[in-house]
């Protein structure tokens, strides 16, 4: 079965530093998420591309966070600087489409600011 | 947007027992509910997913009710089994915009 590619699995950092976090959707899969989920919590939307566009960015922290995804496949998402409450696990998961269209997530990259 | 409030936060059942998860959504627009199994350290995978025009809908040892006049749904597993332990999160969809509950904690005791 196909599955969402994530790296790291887990990073360290230091606060102030620059971290980037990349994922490599199932092959077909138009729409792409972030997803930031603090220990004992659902995961929360960051970032939601279609193909290669952004479709909502509402909730990502601007200031600090970019997400990208050029050529409408993988996508990087970086947080500079860092900070100490980023510490949490960060989900990427694709689907078909953006409609109602069931979610696949990656393993995840277990993000430490220390 | 929407909210969406997950109860209880965790649940311990014997094994055999049934457990039963129930959530509430705030939007009636909502359309699409999905559920999600979480093993400690794993990636969230779908288990089942109603959408707003079905009432119920069954696969084996699990099923999913939705409620929409009262805006709630639930998530049944009966005859549970120790691989049933788990993070079980429900979500509600409004279009494309996929919001969370903050989980359930399942725990089958042997």
């Known amino acids: 079965e196909a599955e969402v590619a994530q790296s790291p699995r887990y990073k360290i950092t230091e606060k102030s530093q620059a971290v980037a976090f990349w994922c490599d959707p199932i092959?077909?899969?138009?729409?792409l998420y972030w997803y930031r989920q603090i220990l004992g919590q659902g995961p929360e939307l960051l970032v939601q591309?279609?193909?290669?566009?952004?479709?909502?960015d509402s909730q990502l922290p601007k200031d600090r966070f970019s997400a990208e995804r050029l050529k409408g496949v993988d996508s990087t998402l970086k947080i500079q600087p860092a900070e100490l409450g980023d510490s949490a696990m960060y989900l990427c998961?694709?689907?078909?489409?953006?409609?109602?269209?069931?979610?696949?997530f990656g393993n995840g990259t277990r993000l430490t600011v220390t | 947007g929407e909210n969406v409030e997950q109860h209880p936060s965790t649940l311990s059942v014997q094994e055999g027992d049934s457990a039963v998860i129930k959530c509430t959504y705030s939007?009636?627009?909502?359309?699409?509910f999905p559920w999600y199994k979480q093993e400690l350290g794993k990636r969230p995978q779908l288990i089942i997913d109603?959408?707003?025009?079905?009432g119920e809908k069954k696969d084996q040892r699990i099923a999913v009710t939705l409620n929409k006049t009262a805006k709630h749904f639930s998530l049944h597993i009966t005859e549970t089994q120790p691989e049933d332990s788990a993070v079980y999160f429900c979500?509600?969809?409004?279009?494309?915009?996929?919001?969370f509950g903050a989980g359930t904690t399942v725990t089958v005791r042997a």
């Open positions: 979500a509600a969809s409004i279009d494309y915009k996929l919001s």
């Open positions: 998961a694709s689907s078909q489409s953006s409609y109602n269209s069931p979610l696949h």
């Open positions: 092959s077909g899969h138009a729409t």
């Open positions: 939007d009636s627009a909502s359309n699409y």
């Open positions: 591309f279609q193909d290669e566009s952004v479709v909502d």
């Open positions: 109603i959408r707003s025009n079905v």
